[in-house]
């Protein structure tokens, strides 16, 4: 059974700095391409980044780019998303998936609060 576990959420000051992680485990993830997501309050869920299964393409939100890394460790299972020059607008609940997503592979997400 597939499951994947977002951490490295918290509270950060506009202009700081968050590194998110997701460990993924139940199938096999060097295959995967996989996505970052976040969902912010009274809005939908919206793709932040993307990466391919061997790491080699990268696709970013406009609103994101050049502010967000997203990398991929085949070795740990586990895909990142270094998180820089926040701000307030960057507020929201993370989430990982595969890529595309799949439905059934939705966690609980890790909450990133933006404020001063």
């Known amino acids: 059974q597939a499951l994947l576990v977002e951490s490295g959420g918290g509270l950060v000051q506009p202009g700081g700095s968050l590194r998110l992680s997701c460990a993924a485990s139940?199938?096999?993830?060097?295959?995967?391409?996989m996505s970052w997501h976040r969902q912010a309050p009274g809005k939908e869920r919206e793709l932040v980044a993307r990466?391919?299964?061997?790491?080699?393409?990268?696709n970013y939100a406009d609103s994101v780019k050049g502010r967000f890394t997203i990398s991929k460790d085949n070795a740990k299972n586990t895909v990142y998303l270094q998180m820089n020059s926040l701000n307030p607008e960057d507020t929201a609940v993370y989430y990982c998936n595969t890529d595309p997503p799949n439905t059934a592979y939705w966690g609980q997400g890790t909450q990133v609060t933006v404020s001063s």
């Open positions: 139940g199938f096999t993830f060097s295959r995967y391409a």
């Open positions: 990466i391919a299964s061997n790491g080699s393409i990268r």
